[in-house]
């Protein structure tokens, strides 16, 4: 009698021992994990016509807050920026949406406890203060005794869209209490 061996793939889970069999299953999940971050990472904002502005237009756009700041119940942030932004200064989306996620990374800057910092406000606001753009965020910091207090983070940029810094190469950002 001709005995057919049973050839053993990755496919053919039967015969194949239960160490193959686990390492299977863990790059299965690899891949898809992998994907998930593909997938989570190419999703952000886009940047379109705010009609809410008091004087004329300008221009929004929400992103996750993943894990630049801690907020206090906030997932989605809304940034709000002048229409002379993209009109007369010409900044990309890109710019833009750059311009967002360092002003949430640099939201706690001012907090003495930075673990204890929270976004407590949704929209963060841009605007033009002495011939350079400006993120207003606000926020809450407990003190060493963990009464939380208020802080108001403003964050700069140049007029292209690249973050001030000083002499000494760090981030141009003023916190009030």
Not at 31 to 47: A, D, R
Not at 125 to 143: C, P, Q, T, W, Y
Not at 144 to 160: L, Q
Request: proline fraction near 3%.
């Amino acid at each position: 009698m001709l005995k057919i061996k049973k050839e053993k793939t990755m496919f053919n889970l039967k015969n194949v021992s239960k160490m193959k069999k686990l390492k299977v299953m863990m790059m299965t999940l690899m891949m898809c994990l992998i994907s998930i971050l593909f997938v989570s990472c190419s999703k952000h904002g886009k940047i379109e016509i705010d009609n809410n502005w008091k004087v004329g237009y300008g221009y929004k756009t929400t992103l996750p807050v993943e894990d630049l700041v801690k907020t206090d119940g906030i997932d989605v942030v809304t940034f709000s920026f002048p229409s002379q932004f993209k009109d007369s200064l010409n900044l990309s989306d890109d710019v833009l949406i750059k311009m967002c996620k360092t002003s949430l990374r640099y939201a706690d800057w001012g907090a003495k406890h930075k673990l204890t910092y929270k976004l407590t406000n949704d929209n963060v606001m841009f605007m033009f203060f002495r011939e350079n753009i400006v993120a207003s965020l606000k926020g809450s910091a407990e003190n060493s005794f963990g009464v939380p207090g208020n802080i108001s983070t403003f964050v700069y940029f140049d007029i292209k869209g690249d973050q001030l810094r000083d002499n000494d190469g760090l981030p141009i950002i003023i916190p009030l209490k």
